[in-house]
């Protein structure tokens, strides 16, 4: 399962962690993988959580793409690495949240065509 999630099915969350990966790096310039996983936990009140399986995956597919770099730092006897985002990463994030706002648009159209909102249902 890519993610464990109190709220939503991992159909409903498929192919939006990149999108989500894209915009917590360019908020935050420079994040490490247990760092995201924090994050997404803490903005969505717990309602997405993401296993480092399903999290570095992504970073190095990303990181394979060009969107994003890394740089490792030394902790003592650890390394951490961290993740920021490239001019193409800015622009491919730039372009699926655009994306993705005109789906989502599209489906409320669809889905709450009778004018009920989500709350209504």
């Known amino acids: 399962m890519m993610y464990i999630c109190a709220m939503y099915s991992k159909e409903l969350l498929k192919g939006t962690l990149d999108i989500i990966i894209l915009k917590l790096l360019e908020e935050n310039g420079k994040m490490y993988g247990y760092e995201i996983c924090q994050k997404v936990k803490d903005i ?10 399903s999290l570095y995956p992504i970073l190095h597919k990303l990181l394979k793409d060009g969107m994003v770099t890394t740089e490792e730092v030394n902790l003592g006897k650890r390394v951490r690495k961290y993740y920021s985002l490239t001019a193409k990463g800015k622009g491919e994030k730039k372009m699926v949240v655009a994306e993705l706002a005109d789906f989502m648009e599209t489906l409320s159209k669809i889905v709450f065509s009778d004018g009920k909102t989500s709350a209504a249902i």
């Open 44 to 53: 969505s009140d717990g309602k997405i959580l993401i296993r480092d399986g």
